[in-house]
């Protein structure tokens, strides 16, 4: 039968994900099907979303997996494929979105209230956010649509495994307007992603700086 969603463990022996990933991105390759990979990996730096990116996957998890982020990945994905099947969404409205209502208890209730692992998600998130804003903006500068679509999908990702769901759905304009190739729609979003990039981090940072006073 056949299935909706792939988790794939990247540190597999013998054949890895990264792999595993590619060979069966080569077997779809003319028939027009995309089968989604999720990859799962203790190691979550940038250049290990990337890699994974790189080889075909379409979403990041680090391990271990926390059930609340499994899930909403899963509901992304699945929902996204269903999506698919119909019309092509409009481009939602920017100026229409609410008010930026991202609070540290939402990444903390993802993990089960587990403090030294929500500091280090919020350490690594810092770092990683940062240089793809940096990215972003430079594959704008230079008009570079697939460069905006892959940064932009990273942020997606590590953006709705923090739980900013409003950030997420910027992130997500991005991508879409790096995958239709609308770069003056990109340039219109990114100020506002940057804003509420800007105000995510403010309340990660606070939650690091208050557990380390």
Aim: hydrophobic letters at 40%.
């Amino acid at each position: 039968m056949p299935y909706d969603l792939v988790l794939m463990d990247v540190q597999m022996p013998d054949m890895d994900g990264l792999e595993a990933t590619r060979l069966y991105r080569k077997h779809e390759a003319g028939t027009g099907e995309h089968k989604t990979i999720i990859a799962m990996t203790a190691f979550a730096t940038v250049d290990d979303r990337d890699r994974c990116l790189g080889a075909g996957m379409d979403d990041f998890l680090t391990k271990p997996v926390q059930r609340k982020l499994l899930a909403d990945a899963l509901a992304r994905h699945l929902n996204a494929a269903t999506a698919e099947t119909d019309e092509e969404p409009d481009m939602p409205d920017i100026a229409e979105a609410p008010e930026h209502s991202f609070r540290i208890e939402d990444l903390l209730e993802r993990l089960d209230n587990d403090h030294d692992l929500a500091a280090e998600i919020a350490e690594v998130y810092l770092s990683e956010s940062a240089n793809l804003q940096a990215e972003i903006a430079a594959a704008l500068e230079r008009g570079d649509a697939e460069a905006l679509r892959h940064h932009a999908h990273s942020i997606k990702g590590a953006t709705g495994n923090i739980g900013d769901e409003l950030l997420h759905e910027v992130a997500f304009q991005l991508e879409l307007s790096g995958k239709e190739g609308n770069l003056d729609r990109g340039k219109e979003v990114f100020p506002e992603f940057r804003r509420l990039l800007a105000a995510t981090n403010a309340v990660l940072q606070r939650y690091l700086d208050r557990r380390a006073a």
